[in-house]
């Protein structure tokens, strides 16, 4: 969905990630998608390298070139990261270094450090798991689940032959309709003559739903999902000043 929006690319992005909530594997897909929305000139991983559970993270650490910021943990069972993380968010928040934030978690502690950070009119996206609580996950512009990500490794491994049981599997996971937010996007970037802007739409999407994703139905690209739809929608393209523009139409 990222061609459909405006680039952001000169911007300056700050990737904070809580080491305790995030998956190292999954570092490069995320990497790339924080990077869509500007370059990420602040890598900060956080959480308390003495013990076990940060040693996944240890190994692509210094290739990815962050920044490994020690927390202890003052109890058994708490989770100190959160706070150091939110601290030191406010720091760059109000250094002014940065245009944007991609805060990596699953953990509605950071719900507020996110809605302060759009209230001063910066860029916020978060990227989690699917059962992420709906507080920090509204309160992102952009909220990427780390199971599109997932799925996005595997399409890029050679395919195995799916069994009766992975089809089941992939069948439980199946999203709700799509139509009711499409619908409702196209009506909020639809012009006088009937048509919309996918880019408009696109931007209505987030507005709606900030993890809105293709790529939970199956699509890289909004405009592939469309393009699926048929029988729903139809689209057209207009050639503005050497640019193609892509135009979207609900059929009667």
């Given amino acids: 969905m990222a061609d459909e929006i405006k680039s952001l690319s000169r911007n300056k992005i700050a990737m904070l990630i809580d080491g305790d909530n995030a998956q190292a594997s999954l570092l490069p897909q995320m990497l790339v998608e ?83 950070i759009r209230e001063t009119g910066i860029f916020v996206m978060g990227i989690g798991k ?16 780390t199971e599109n990500l997932v799925d996005e490794k ?8 799916h069994s009766a049981k992975s089809g089941k599997k992939k069948e439980e996971r199946e999203e709700s309709d799509p139509m009711p937010i499409l619908t409702q996007a196209f009506e909020m970037a639809v012009g006088q003559d009937g048509w919309a ?16 994703d293709p790529r939970s139905y199956g699509h890289k690209q909004l405009s592939r999902m469309i393009t699926s739809l048929k029988d729903k929608f139809e689209m057209r393209t207009q050639n503005l000043d050497g640019t193609s523009i892509l135009y979207v139409k609900v059929k009667e």
């Avoid at 699917?130 to 689940?145: E, I, L, M, Q």
């Avoid at 595997?154 to 032959?161: E, G, I, W």
């Fill in 34 to 116: 924080a990077g869509r929305h500007g370059q990420v000139t602040v890598r900060r991983i956080y959480g308390d390298w003495t013990t076990n559970s940060m040693n996944s993270w240890k190994d692509i650490l210094n290739f990815h070139a962050f920044q490994p910021i020690q927390q202890f943990r003052y109890s058994v069972g708490k989770n100190a990261t959160d706070s150091a993380m939110i601290i030191d968010a406010m720091d760059i928040l109000h250094s002014n270094v940065v245009d944007g934030f991609c805060l990596v978690s699953s953990d509605s502690d950071y719900t507020r450090l996110a809605t302060r």
């Fill in 154 to 161: 595997k399409n890029n491994q050679p395919k195995k032959a």
């Fill in 130 to 145: 699917k059962n992420t609580p709906k507080a920090f996950v509204n309160a992102c512009d952009v909220f990427v689940y």
């Fill in 197 to 212: 802007p996918l880019a408009g739409m696109g931007n209505a999407l987030y507005q709606l739903d900030p993890a809105f």
